[in-house]
């Protein structure tokens, strides 16, 4: 599977500021997805991005919020905007495999305390 | 009704024994299962994936998939202290849509 780096692995930030958050893999990927993981809970998909095109969102998640850019196949930044404490979770990346399955890998994960 | 259901434990398991986690689904088309392994503190370590029915094994870990009673499960054998961790059911919907949807886990813990 390819490997996925994330940076920063953590940060803690004030209210209302805004956090950028980067993904790399070392080999080019078809499908790279961004998904959130609030403490004590599951892992929700905030949208998938789209290489040279607006990434896709999923209900409740919008581009104003978390900015998401995906300028080649090997690297995606994903901005949590005006940021409140609500927003402390994890934030992971995750990319398709390159086998003909749909399984997915995930990045290390980058933890985001809000202040 | 939640689409991935999981217990969320904590199920406890002796030591060399075998462990056995759950999940049901709720979209009848779904195509592709998987299983996800996370430690404490650590991202999602995907161990199995299964798309068939029946029973897919791979070291100690075992499959089960039952499309009928949408049903999926995963088998530990000799349960060892470092299984230990949350474990993610993960489906697809169908072929061509790419977005896991994940239960809430099911905590683990291997008594030694």
């Known amino acids: 599977s390819a490997v996925i780096s994330q940076k920063p692995s953590r940060d803690i930030c004030q209210r209302g500021t805004s956090l950028t958050i980067q993904c790399q893999v070392d080999?080019?990927?078809?499908?790279m997805f961004w998904y959130r993981q609030q403490p004590g809970q599951s892992l929700t998909l905030i949208a998938t991005?789209?290489?040279?095109?607006?990434?896709?969102?999923e209900s409740g998640f919008v581009i104003d919020k978390f900015p998401i850019s995906r300028p080649n196949l090997t690297f995606s930044t994903l901005t949590v905007s005006n940021m409140s404490p609500e927003d402390s979770s994890i934030y992971l990346c995750s990319v398709k495999g390159t086998r003909a399955y749909n399984e997915q890998f995930f990045g290390p994960g980058t933890r985001l305390t809000v202040l | 009704q939640k689409e991935v259901e999981q217990n969320s434990g904590p199920l406890s398991v002796p030591e060399g024994a075998i462990a056995s986690l759950n999940c049901t689904y709720s979209?009848?088309?779904?195509?592709?299962f998987f299983w996800y392994r996370q430690y404490s503190g650590k991202s999602p370590e995907l161990i199995m994936s299964?798309?068939?029915?029946g029973d897919k094994e791979d070291g100690r870990f075992t499959a089960q998939l039952n499309k009928a009673s949408q049903y999926v499960s995963l088998l530990i054998r000799d349960s060892q202290p470092s299984d230990s961790a949350t474990y993610l059911c993960?489906?697809?919907?169908?072929?061509?849509?790419?977005?896991?949807?994940f239960g809430t886990g099911t905590r683990l813990t291997i008594i030694p």
């Open positions: 993960a489906v697809l919907p169908k072929i061509g849509n790419e977005k896991l949807t």
């Open positions: 991005a789209n290489q040279g095109s607006e990434a896709t969102y």
């Open positions: 080999s080019q990927v078809t499908m």
């Open positions: 979209d009848r088309v779904s195509q592709s």
């Open positions: 299964i798309y068939s029915n």
